[in-house]
């Protein structure tokens, strides 16, 4: 089942459907429907919350910058959107609760049948993951080795040891031990007409003084219930199982792989970057030296864009 929305031909389209039985949000610029013979497609992989809408200005900055010649999309995380009112969060509840699917393994499967479902096989990939996202973009091709994957973009990466960081430390316990707790305000929040929430949101953002406003109804969406929960299950699921870097993958794909370290960054220390680095001496690793923060699309959406497009450049001509 999918519902579209938008009109024009320069403006995103956003669908829900189903993938592996649960509700799922995508976000596309430009061609929407991908025919055999179609040669690259830039699919965004989000952090936790996967919310797309969180990265419309990163995703339109990057469309328009590449000249509008390649599709970019965004599939959100299973369960991490609030789907239209015709649609449940699951297709078929027992199935999500038997695959798991929104835990982390379950959303790593969730990817790959996206693109089993969606994209062609022989067509080109340019894969931007964000946080957890780049964990998910290392198991796809770990699981999938025959997936074409021309770059693979790591923006701020929690790939290993995500409980041991000065982040992880604070919310392992509350992601871990207090979680159904932590339902709570999320669930009474839900219970808020959109516009008060709307205006908590602007107030909890308001130490942000750049704040990009397409930030606002995303997070809105997030704490309508079941999508904040969902979202706080996977984070559960991550301090637990994001432990050794997975060196393997990383070598088999190093002429693949760009990442890209926060200089603050406190769910992945400089210290990891400096580990990186060390022990892949010939990858390509950056270290942030504009001050971007961990959540780079609430106020830097648009100048990480323009930097992933110039990395990748050289790619798109061979």
């Not at 994957?149 to 960081?165: K, W």
């Not at 707790?181 to 007409?193: D, G, I, T």
């Not at 990442?259 to 400096?274: E, I, L, R």
Request: aromatic share 10%; proline share 6%.
């Amino acid at each position: 089942m999918d519902h579209s929305m938008g009109d024009r031909r320069d403006d995103p389209q956003t669908e829900f459907t189903y993938c592996c039985g649960a509700a799922t949000e995508l976000l596309k610029f430009g061609c929407c429907q991908l025919r055999p013979g179609h040669k690259v497609l830039f699919l965004v992989i989000p952090g936790n919350p996967g919310v797309v809408g969180f990265y419309r200005t990163f995703m339109k900055t990057l469309h328009s910058a590449l000249g509008y010649r390649y599709p970019v999309w965004a599939v959100s995380h299973a369960g991490h959107c609030a789907p239209p009112d015709c649609m449940d969060m699951v297709d078929d509840a027992s199935a999500a609760a038997e695959d798991d699917v929104f835990g982390l393994n379950g959303q790593i499967e969730h990817k790959l049948a996206f693109l089993r479902n969606h994209v062609p096989r022989e067509t080109s990939l340019v894969l931007v993951g964000h946080s957890i996202g780049c964990y998910m973009i290392l198991e796809m091709m770990k699981r999938d080795p025959e997936l074409k994957v021309l770059r693979a973009v790591m923006l701020f990466p929690t790939i290993e040891r995500m409980a041991q960081t000065p982040q992880g430390k604070v919310m392992t316990p509350v992601l871990c031990q207090m979680r159904y707790l932590a339902y709570l305000p999320v669930f009474l929040l839900s219970l808020l007409p959109v516009s008060l929430r709307a205006g908590l949101v602007k107030l909890v953002f308001r130490s942000v003084p750049s704040l990009d406003c397409c930030i606002v109804q995303p997070t809105v969406e997030l704490l309508s219930g079941d999508c904040g929960a969902n979202s706080m299950y996977l984070g559960g699921q991550e301090m637990r199982k994001v432990l050794e870097r997975d060196n393997m993958t990383i070598k088999k794909n190093l002429d693949k792989l760009i990442f890209y370290y926060g200089a603050t960054d406190h769910w992945c220390p400089v210290k990891y970057f400096h580990d990186i680095k060390q022990d892949f001496p010939h990858g390509d690793f950056r270290l942030c030296e504009k001050g971007f923060r961990h959540a780079f699309v609430l106020d830097a959406g648009r100048e990480v864009a323009k930097m992933v497009v110039e990395w990748i450049r050289g790619c798109l001509r061979t």
